[in-house]
């Protein structure tokens, strides 16, 4: 398998196909499918999934019981199991079938010749439009386990799944239609035995507003199923005898649409999308609560398994089809970027409006740089302050200048204080950091330009130790600035530094997205003009800690130049930790993610020179620092962080919450899978 195919990262591509079909034409509906079927193949589609009674078309009534019919439909299905042999992908199509002596509604699946097995529709609406009663029988009790179909025995059944004995965790269950509809359907039984790829053959007829309630089923299916759901409704063609079809096709991924056809379309309609299927097999080991359903239904999953050998193409460069966010904190589209900008502020400060008002303190102590965390966590301190109906001068902010601080960040830092109204102070840290240079023997205090971590430090937390004391005189709080990816990053002072503090608004916010918040508060102008003003400029100025003095052009620590970009950090934090990929998994993601700066939306409102691409080794070597500083060296950080609110999805390493990790691991494994991916 080679690092570019993305059968190697644990996806598999699926198609719906919504063709255009003749009513009761099963030749001329075989010759439509076909083209879409080899258009699928040739575009690395592992499974291509047809409508309802695709053969025939679905409202034919009673011609469903017309012999001349039922065998054309045969004959059509003769000729796609031969075209089959040909092909890679298993095709998925609807047919009316005799057996035994009743007519069933049936999903086939065929697969290089060999048709893997037959499921029945079980629940046939009978009500309002739909007569399917008075010509199918529900497959749910017809005690048959397997038929003769063009001269193969094959497995017949409501309880088959099928399952791929060469690809991970690939599992295919089969319903039609209306068997989505139901408060529960055959589906939820197929995911809770292993089932992670839901088919529905559908042919649902169009009214004023029922596609927003497909897809609202299949958004919160798929998500309760934590499956892939691919919908493919019947179209163009069917009969307009008294409905009328929009030919709906739809693929969703625990409950994101990946991709959609285009409705009441002339032309017929062909929608691919890449599923993770190592994403869905790995949320429904860490959401224990999907194995106690079930183990709790435990007697209504006896599945049959059908093995067979998928045999994808593991070499060629496929691409990957669907849509990686260069952020994945941040979302690219405006109106979720305005509602999660929302809800982060409103979560950060009722963290802190709790804290406060169950401690009885009513002042809050701060360490303002004039970079972008401090003013995330002033902004928060405001609004907390403003909804406790308490004064904003209750918020002691300090400048704390020592030998690196530069004139840009403190004034900005004055600025803000002023804006926001706060009691604002300047103290200069310089003295005690030097008392204890001298104190501890340092070489500095010997007039040598040595700044090492020992120098650094003495800065953070002389500051930090002054912050913790005025909150003693003062009985205010320290708050916390500190920010998720500095946390995953070990990029901060232990103890006696910034990584401690009373209540840390931050922890759980990334980088990329505090630079967000702030430009969101900016726009919005929360806190007036000037206010808005700073905050535009803070957003311009380097990310620095400001610990090394500089030669007067700009800082001389560019703390991306040490941990690399946010932008990639942040997408190897959020893909870690939140899912558990491997490495390498990650790499190909971020590859497509990052490899093409013309490709894909970016966040509203981001500056063009950030808009930029990362080619595949800088992509490794930020994941390679990134491995060796979260499992080899920063996890001790984490396990004493304060307290502190999660805020976004993947966004928690609070060893209380959501991140349990030893403080002493090895990152081995980690880095040989760093390996696969190619120099
Ligand atoms: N597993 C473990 N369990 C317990 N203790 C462990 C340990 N591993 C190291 N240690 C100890 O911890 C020490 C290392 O931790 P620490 O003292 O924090 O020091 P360290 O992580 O080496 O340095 C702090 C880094 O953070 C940067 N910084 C500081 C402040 C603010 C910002 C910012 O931009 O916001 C960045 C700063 O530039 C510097 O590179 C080791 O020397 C060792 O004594
Ligand atoms: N000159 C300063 N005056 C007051 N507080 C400071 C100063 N420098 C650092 N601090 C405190 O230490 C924390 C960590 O410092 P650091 O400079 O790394 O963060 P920041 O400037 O807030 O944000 P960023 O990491 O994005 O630059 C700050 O958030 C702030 O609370
Ligand atoms: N074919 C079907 O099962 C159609 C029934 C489904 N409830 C619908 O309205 O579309």
Redesign the pocket.
Known sequence: MTFHNLHSHGFIRLACAAPRLKVADPGFNLGEMLPLLRRADDGGASIVLFPELGLSAYAIDDLHMQSALLDAVRDALSALVEESRSLRAVAVVGAPLRVEGRLFNCAVAIHRGRILAVVPKTYLPNYREFYERRQFASGERAGITSIQLCGQEVPFGTDILLSASDVPDLTIHMEICEDVWMPVPPSSFAALAGATVLLNLSASNVTIGKSDWRHTLCKAHSGRCIAAYAYSAAGTGESTTDLAWDGQAMIYENGALLAEAERFASEPQLILADIDLERLALDRIRMNTFGDNADALRDRLAFRRVSFALEPDCESDLGLMREVERFPFVPSDDARLNELCFEAYNIQSHGLRKRLESTRVEKIV??????????Q?LLVAADTMDALGLPRENILA?????FA?SAG??TN?WRLMKALGVTAAEID?TPACRQMLVDIGHPFAEGEPVYDITFENV??GA??SL?FRLANKNNGLVL????LS?LALG??TYGVG?QMSHYNVNGSVS?TL?QHLIRWVARTERFGGDASAVLLDILA?E?????VPGDGEGPSQK?EDFVGPYALQDFNLFYITRYGFSPSKVAFLSHHAWSDAARGDWPPHMEAAKQVAYDLPTIKRWLRVFVRRFFETSQFKRSAMPNGPKVSSGGSLSPRGDWRAPSDASGAAWLTDLDRIPD
């Open positions: 701060i360490g303002v740089s004039g970079g972008l965390d401090s003013t966590a300090y400048t704390l200048p020592a601080t960040t403190k830092a840290m800065q953070a500051r930090t912050l916390g600035t500190g920010d500095e990029w901060c910034d980088k505090i100025t990310i620095s800690p400001e610990l703390t």
